[in-house]
């Protein structure tokens, strides 16, 4: 497992990927210094074109996955006077189901190095089974949005959404916004309050709002709602640290 | 969903399954009204026969899993004087891919009420894949411990488990845990605080030790350590609240 993290990491050094990746902006609602962040984590790249980008709509989105999807992509670019466009305030962020692929040059390592780990969220190739989600950044508000679609593998309570499975689309929206305010993160804590339970096949928000970056401490808070925002279904407080990738994948 | 839910909750109750169901002991350490708790969920029922055992050993379980496996499943009988056979300390915790099948007559169950519903860590077929685990009960020390093994589909930061599946088995093992102590139970509140990352493929030993039972709340402490118990992973408080199930399907 060490030799070929080892060759993972040799892999993206080699490419000048991830060792160039720093920690972004201090002040976190520079978004000119968040969006050169997201570019260097390669979020832009032409690349993504040939991977499957598993945040598109697909068949088994439901109406109001598809109102949601609808109401911020069309905020992700504007139209200016004269027909002329430019960047929205929101940000579409494409969804991959290896690591790997988020990075510049990902299509081609993908196949160099040969992996059947799979991203968590991402390991189920039957649209609707899990998690289906799309996630959207706005970079002034500094906020982070997801529209999730419960699956129905992802039962825990008799007809309801398991605990892990809504710790684990928190993590990864918190995560996400994480990595844009700050470059490489992990997970330092989760504190989830969980207050009604979520049927299966349930569409929700899910919103992140940065609190603060202190150092390498990333300070955010998130809550899941119901699509139409009149129900809490948790409010969570997540702490993260900024990380080189090069120690993670050494096990250093 | 509603009226499918509403079925499901009128299947069980014709059937005079989870409406028995009432919460635990008040004091955690009777020992004798936990195996009663445990055995009016239908934990020991002939029934689990028939179904696929997920907690038991397959090809995919490695060295480490399967040696602490035999550790605690050889102190679940112990051998008196004479041959004579008795409990012994542990249980083990059967666990199957659908909430139904762990109720007495869950067999039958199953199949008149039909679903795609599956547990969310029980929702992959390939062994391995995903979560390979085992849960043990000690009723005398009010202790749970789950063998986890984690699989390739579990990625989050590259070559290293999500943050989500690692809290998933966390809400696993802490939510039997309080299930055994009061019944059925909902998570209110869990705390995860992630020490160091988890890498992928990893044999973990998770420990649960109730801390109180008051009134409706269970409060639960967990760890998550390597499998020679040399790194803590993660340390977590969690809370949970006894609840009605016919209410939760019914969604009331």
């Given at each position: ?129 899990t998690f289906e ?15 999730f679609q419960a699956g129905h593998l992802l039962e825990g309570p008799p007809g309801h959404v398991h605990g892990g499975a809504i710790a684990t689309m928190i ?23 969980y207050?009604k339970p979520i049927p299966l096949g349930s569409t929700l928000?899910i ?17 899941v709602?119901s ?6 279904h948790t ?18």
């Amino acid at each position: 497992m060490a030799r070929s993290l080892g060759r993972i990491c040799r892999g993206f050094q080699r490419l000048g990927l991830l060792s160039s990746v720093q920690p972004g902006p201090s002040h976190p609602s520079s978004s000119a210094s968040v969006r050169t962040t997201f570019s260097m984590l390669g979020l832009k790249s032409s690349f993504f074109a040939k991977h499957r980008d598993f945040s598109l709509p697909n068949s088994s989105w439901g109406t109001e996955m598809m109102r949601l999807y609808k109401h911020y992509d069309s905020q992700c670019e504007v139209e200016l006077e004269g027909g002329e466009k430019q960047e929205g305030p929101w940000q579409r962020l494409p969804s991959y189901n290896r690591f790997i692929k988020y990075a510049t040059g990902g299509h081609y390592l993908s196949k160099i190095i040969q992996s059947k780990a799979r991203l968590f969220t991402r390991n189920n190739k039957d649209a609707g089974a899990t998690f289906e989600y799309v996630l959207f950044f706005n970079s002034e508000e500094q906020k982070c949005v997801a529209i999730f679609q419960a699956g129905h593998l992802l039962e825990g309570p008799p007809g309801h959404v398991h605990g892990g499975a809504i710790a684990t689309m928190i993590d990864t929206v918190v995560g996400a916004h994480a990595t844009i305010v700050s470059g490489p993160v992990v997970t330092a804590n989760l504190n989830i309050n969980y207050r009604k339970p979520i049927p299966l096949g349930s569409t929700l928000v899910i919103e992140s709002s940065l609190v603060k970056k202190e150092g390498k401490k990333i300070f955010i808070t998130c809550k899941v709602t119901s699509s139409d925002g009149s129900k809490l279904h948790t409010d969570t407080t997540a702490l993260f640290v900024s990380i080189s990738v090069s120690n993670l994948l050494l096990g250093s």
